[in-house]
C-alpha cells in the first residue's frame, strides 16, 4: 500500500464530485513505451460494494491487440477512462501499473468492459504483490469547479522502472524522471552496492533491481518472498542470518548519530545549522518515541521515515526538512546532501531526487515535490525516457516559485558598504569555482560557462578575496553555501560593490 497520505487524502476530497458522474464523460490515458522491452500496463481502481466485507478490486490489462499482448518496444496505448460505469469511479485514486515481465494473470471475474478492455474483478481486494517488478502511478480527474486532472509518480514503496508523467496537452512539465532503463538501472545497482541497500527478489532471471522505499527498509525487512517462501523478501547483506539487513541498520545508525551529544562538536559544524538540524531530529525522534509504539532504535526509524501528517503541521515539516537534510529556519542547510554526510538520514531520498533526478514522491509526505493538479482532459505515461511527451521539461510547483528567485537582497550595516549579501534559493549561475584554503583565491564567474552547482556547505577564505561578475544566463540551482571572507568581494551587480571585512554571503 502506498504511504503517499497526503496525496490520498486529496484524491478523496474530490470523490464527492462523482456523486453525480456523467457516465458519457470520458478522460484520456496514453502510455509510451520507450524500453526495447514489452510492458504490461495494469490501470486499478478500488470500490466497495454495498454489502460487502472489504475493497475490490476492479483491473483493466492494457493489449494492443488481441493477438499482441502488453505494449512491444517503441509502441504506445491510448485508452479512454468514463467518470462512472457500472457504478465503477474510474476517475478517483486510480493507479497505473507497469511491468516489464509478463504480470501475474487477471481475476478471471469479469464486469463489464472499458474502452474494449474486460473489467476483472477481485473481490478480496488481494492486490498486486509488493515484490512484483512494477511501477506505478497514480491519478485522479475531476470536474470540481473546472476540467482537472491530479497524479504523480510514486517511488515511496520502492523504485524500479523509469516513468515520466504529465497533463496531456503539456501545459506543465513533467513529473517523473528523463532516464532511459539502462541508465536508471546502473544509478539503483550503484546505490545498491555503495550503500548496502537491499533489493527485492524477484526471480532468479531478473538482470534489474526493484528497492524499497525507506518506510519498506523497515516495514518489509522479515517479510518472505511473494515467489518463493525460502527467501527474505529484501536480499543482501544481513547483521546476522535471520537478523536485520546492513542498510537498515546503517540508517539506523544515521539517525542515532544525529542523537549523540557530540553531533555539532567538531569546529567545522559548530554553527546555527547543525545545531538546528540536531533539534529537529530530536524534535521528530521523541515524538515517535512516545508514540505509543515500540521503543526499539528500528521501530522509531522506520516510523519516522513512514511519516504521516497526523503529529500535525510543524512535526511534518521538521520531517521533510530531515528527510532532505536540511532544517525548516533560515540556517538552512544543502538539500540531499552526500551519502557521506551526517546530515543525510535518508539516503533513499538522495538517489531518488538527485541521482535519479525525479521529481516524485521518495517518502510520504514528499507532497510538494510529486503531486500536480492542473487542468487538463487526459494524462500522458512514458516509460525509459521522455519521448511522447509534449512538454519535455521538469514541472516546478508554483508554490515554490517565491523562494527560487535569485534577485540580491542587500542588507545594509548602518555604515558605508555592506554587511552582508543574501540570494534567496533559486537559479542561479555558476562558472568555474576554484576550492580555496587559507592563502588562495577564489574567483566565481558569473557567465555560467560549463555551469557547475556550488555542493559544499562553507567555503572559508581568510587571506583571499572572492571576485564575481553577474550574468543570469542558462542558470542552474544553487543552494546553501556560506562564505566567509576576511577580505573584501566584489559582486559587480551594480558596478563594484564591496563589502567590508568579515562579510558573510548566503545562498539559500
Request: proline share 6%; hydrophobic share 35%.
Amino acid at each position: 500500500m502506498s504511504l503517499n497520505k497526503l496525496f490520498l487524502c486529496i484524491l478523496l476530497t474530490l470523490v464527492a464530485a462523482s456523486l453525480h458522474a456523467d457516465p458519457s464523460e470520458t478522460k484520456n490515458i496514453t502510455i509510451f513505451n520507450n524500453t526495447d522491452k514489452t510492458i504490461y500496463p495494469i490501470v486499478q481502481v478500488t470500490l466497495k460494494p454495498e454489502g460487502a466485507s472489504n475493497i475490490w478490486i476492479y483491473s483493466l490489462y492494457l493489449n494492443i491487440s488481441d493477438q499482441v499482448v502488453g505494449v512491444p518496444a517503441n509502441q504506445s496505448i491510448s485508452i479512454q477512462v468514463p467518470q462512472e460505469q457500472d457504478g465503477i469511479s474510474w476517475w478517483n485514486a486510480a493507479r497505473v501499473y507497469v511491468y516489464n515481465q509478463t504480470p501475474p494473470a487477471p481475476n478471471p471475474k469479469v464486469q463489464g468492459s472499458v474502452s474494449g478492455f474486460p473489467v476483472h474483478v477481485d473481490e478480496q481486494g488481494t492486490g498486486l504483490p509488493l515484490d512484483d517488478p512494477y511501477q506505478f502511478a497514480e491519478y485522479t480527474f475531476d470536474n470540481s469547479g473546472g476540467n482537472y486532472v491530479g497524479y504523480d509518480v510514486s517511488y515511496v514503496d520502492s523504485v524500479y522502472l523509469p516513468l515520466a508523467i504529465e497533463v496531456e496537452d503539456g501545459s506543465v512539465g513533467y513529473s517523473g524522471t528523463d532516464k532511459n532503463l539502462s541508465e536508471f538501472q546502473s544509478i539503483i545497482a550503484d546505490f545498491v552496492k555503495n550503500q548496502q541497500w537491499p533489493y527485492f527478489f524477484l526471480s532468479n532471471e531478473t538482470p534489474y533491481y526493484s528497492i524499497p522505499g525507506g518506510f519498506n527498509l523497515f516495514a518489509l525487512d522479515q517479510a518472505r518472498s511473494s515467489h518463493d517462501s525460502s527467501k527474505f523478501m529484501l536480499q543482501g547483506d544481513r547483521v546476522a542470518q535471520e537478523g536485520s539487513t546492513v542498510g537498515l541498520e546503517n540508517v539506523v545508525a544515521r539517525w542515532k548519530k544525529a542523537m549523540n551529544p557530540d553531533f555539532c562538536s567538531d569546529c567545522e559544524t559548530q554553527s546555527p545549522f547543525c545545531n538546528a538540524f540536531q533539534k529537529n531530529a530530536t524534535d521528530v525522534w521523541n515524538a515517535f518515541k512516545e508514540d505509543g509504539g515500540s521503543t526499539t532504535d528500528e521501530a522509531i526509524t522506520g516510523r519516522i521515515l513512514g511519516f504521516t501528517d497526523a503529529f500535525g503541521p510543524t512535526l511534518s515539516q521538521q520531517d521533510i526538512s530531515l528527510e532532505e537534510g536540511i532544517t525548516t529556519d533560515p540556517s538552512g542547510g544543502t538539500k540531499y546532501p552526500d551519502y557521506t554526510s551526517k546530515y543525510n538520514l535518508n539516503p533513499y531520498v538522495r538517489l531518488i531526487h538527485h541521482d535519479l533526478n525525479a521529481n516524485v514522491y521518495a517518502f510520504s509526505i514528499d507532497d510538494a515535490v510529486g503531486f500536480v493538479r492542473v487542468p487538463g482532459t487526459g494524462i500522458t505515461i512514458t516509460v525509459g525516457g521522455l519521448k511522447g511527451l509534449k512538454n519535455q521539461t521538469p514541472y516546478v510547483n508554483p508554490a515554490s516559485l517565491k523562494e527560487n528567485n535569485a534577485e540580491p537582497i542587500i542588507g545594509d550595516n548602518g555604515t558605508s558598504g555592506f554587511s552582508s549579501i543574501l540570494i534567496n534559493a533559486g537559479e542561479i549561475c555558476i562558472g568555474a569555482v576554484q576550492s580555496t584554503n587559507n592563502y588562495n583565491e577564489t574567483y566565481v564567474n558569473w557567465s555560467c560557462s560549463n555551469c557547475v552547482a556550488i555542493s559544499s556547505n562553507i567555503i572559508h577564505t581568510n587571506f583571499g578575496n572572492i571576485g564575481t561578475d553577474w550574468d543570469s544566463r542558462n542558470c542552474i540551482t544553487v543552494t546553501n553555501s556560506t562564505i566567509h571572507t576576511n577580505f573584501p568581494i566584489d559582486f559587480g551587480i551594480t558596478g563594484s560593490n564591496y563589502a567590508p571585512i568579515g562579510a558573510t554571503i548566503t545562498i539559500r
